[in-house]
């Protein structure tokens, strides 16, 4: 029997601003999945990164199942009650229905979902981001799974040396298209570099064996407003024809940057930290990332072990706060600050109005 793992996330309030999950959120989010889940899901963690809880869920019920994402939406109903209490910064703010309506997505919660049969072993990588979008996955699973200067299996491994597809979101005109790489590479790289508009959904086995899902979601159509752009999760299997653990993770030894940081609205590198340090408070930053493994046995989740928190990231976080530097230096500049139409604040009406006569 196939097994599904499911991680659903949501900013339900901050503590305190933007920076981190208060720990009453998330006892909370532990007893209700542990009461309403249990004779629904094999196994589940909860956790965090900056100001988002992720539900990290395996079960035997499929991906888009009503009572799974059901059994989500409640649990973040119920951490708002206490966010509310608590008057924690936007509490709610990524519940944007009042009523469940059979699937999650396009709720405002995040989603990342895959079935596949269970390996005789399945070592698997979490990744959780915050203050950043969708598209920051597009470089990194690029690297992960086209690149031969990051990933040696696709070279020296039989059962990587074909490639892999890649499937590609267009976040505006919501449509999609996949790539079957190294054939199409440079196709595909027309459409990642630009990480605004375009993310990968999704990376597969040539045999059609799922490798990797994100959880890009399109935007326009979410409670009417620009709000797809949210700290997203990606979700790594890895070995035996796939990636292995190092290879997945070595894409986020050299930073690169990402759409996010303060008020959704700066560039910045998306540092690699440790579950401990995945606290934002630098200008709301910079944007993290946390990495967390976990072996599946017979839907059971064995781990955490928190990724990140080798010494060998250390350098990529001593270049990311280099960067950090250099650009906060640019102020409300591009390219720190972002494009005038990619910001998720804009007083830009507002003053044009107050000048139009002005303007000639
Ligand atoms: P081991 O020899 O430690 O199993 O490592 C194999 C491997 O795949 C390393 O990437
Ligand atoms: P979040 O998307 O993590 O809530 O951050 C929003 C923000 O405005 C940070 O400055
Ligand atoms: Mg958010
Ligand atoms: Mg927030
Ligand atoms: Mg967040
Ligand atoms: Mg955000």
Known sequence: EKITLSVIKADIGGFVGHSSVHPELLQEAEKTLGQRGQDLLEDFKVTCVGDDINLVMTHRKGIDNEQIHKLAWETFLSCTRIARRLKLYGAGQDLLSDAFSGNIKGMGPGVAEMEFEERP???????????????????????????????????????MHEGFKFEVLDLIENKKVTFSCPEELYDLLVFLGAANRYAVKAVYRKNGEIAAVSSTQRMNLMAGRYVGKDDPVLIVRCQNGLPAV???????????????????????????????????TRFDGPPRVIALGFQ??????????????????????????????????????????????????????QVMEKLKDRFN
């Open 296 to 349: 599946l046995a017979e839907g059971k989740l064995i781990g955490p072990q928190d990724l990140f928190a080798d010494v060998a990231y250390d350098r990529a976080r001593q270049k990311a706060l280099e960067i950090a530097d250099y650009l906060r230096q640019l102020g409300p500049f591009e390219p720190h600050r972002l494009p005038l139409d990619e910001m998720e604040y804009t007083s830009m009406p």
């Open 121 to 159: 072993s399945e070592p698997i990588i979490v990744f959780m981001a915050d203050k950043t979008e969708p598209g920051a996955w597009n470089l990194p699973l690029y690297k992960m799974f086209a690149d031969p200067f990051n990933t040696i299996g696709l070279v020296i491994d039989p059962k």
């Open 246 to 280: 190092g290879e997945a993770l070595e894409p986020f030894s050299n930073p690169h940057l990402v759409a996010g940081w303060m008020r959704g609205s700066h560039f910045g590198p998306i540092i690699p930290v440790s579950q401990k340090e995945s606290t934002p």
